[in-house]
């Protein structure tokens, strides 16, 4: 498989800079760890 964009890590960066490329044409992938994406501010807040 070939990507033009590979974003490590599905925080709420990741995930904005993500759907910025794919949004601009670029075939991204995002690689995130665990299942929830851009959950951490989420988590902060507790």
Do not use: N, P, S
């Not at 904005?16 to 995130?32: C, M, P, S």
């Amino acid at each position: 498989m070939d990507y033009d964009v590979a974003i490590i890590g599905g925080g709420i960066h990741g995930v904005g800079v993500a759907q910025a490329a794919a949004v601009r044409g670029y075939k991204t992938i995002l690689i995130e760890q665990y299942d929830d994406l851009a959950q951490g501010d989420v988590f902060a807040l507790k």
